[in-house]
């Protein structure tokens, strides 16, 4: 027995170590995502990938969508070819994995968001492909208008044809080159086709009257597009991020983590008792 009592006490020793080790990594991971700066999406990004509602919110984004464009084929002008345009990321695919390593690693974009984008691993938000496959059964042009950088092109076309995604080709394909403003290249498309749907998540997707504007500037905009919604403009749900929290910060996005909690309380309509 005595044999094999320092070797019984060495096999403890590692197991102690293995446990404390372990112990001392999840005690990392639990306490790290309450200091990070991207913590205050938590509640977003759960949400976003477990809710059926957001799933329901799709399906009937492109439920409607699927209906007016038949409505809109019956009288729509035929001079040009007619075209939808789609925004990509939370409209078609679903980075919400990107934004829950934000939560968990601490970390904001535009850190590791390149190396997402060149994963290629972003899925299709539901009802998304089906959607677009409809429309190009229709005989309408497909564009895909983005801000992903222009140097993402290769891995964006990659990601979309991972799922078969129709078009997908460069002259389809519009990403951020000089502004995230997309107003000139959906100018660009219209000097070839007619417009006959846009579908986004953000308000950019569809104006550029709300582009780095204040938030009661971005009501008044969409108050008056109000009549375009669930017609030619089919938004997507996304609470993650976008020009609506911009909006709360006077679009500074330099201020601290402390400053933007501060705007982001001040901004709510409050139930005082």
Known sequence: M???????????????????????????????PSDSPAHYMQLAVAWYQTAAETRALCYQAFNI??????????TAPSDKPLAVVFDIDETLLDNSPY????VINGISYPTQWGEWIQAAMAEP??????????????????????????????????NLNKFNFPQVE???IMLRETTSNKEPRRQKITETHNIVMLVGDNMGDFTQDCTKKNIEERFAA???MK???????????????????????????????????????????????
């Open 222 to 224: 969409t108050d008056n």
């Open 170 to 172: 460069e002259s389809h």
């Open 227 to 273: 009549n375009q919604f669930g017609r030619t403009y089919i938004v997507l749900p996304n609470p993650m991020y976008g020009d609506w929290e911009g909006a709360m910060y006077d679009n500074d996005y330099s201020i601290t983590a402390e400053q933007k909690d501060e705007l982001r309380n001040k901004v709510m309509t409050v139930f005082k008792y």
């Open 99 to 102: 934004q829950a390593a934000c």
């Open 65 to 74: 969508a699927r209906m007016s464009l038949d409505l809109t084929l019956q």
């Open 125 to 158: 938000v539901p009802g998304a492909l089906e959607f677009v496959n409809y429309v190009n059964s229709r005989g309408v042009d497909v564009f895909y208008v983005s801000n992903r950088k222009a140097d993402e092109l290769e891995a964006t076309i990659k």
């Open 2 to 32: 005595k044999k094999f009592f320092p070797i019984l006490l060495l096999a403890i020793g590692l197991l102690s170590f293995q446990i404390v080790s372990d112990t001392q990594g999840v005690d990392k991971k639990i306490k790290k």
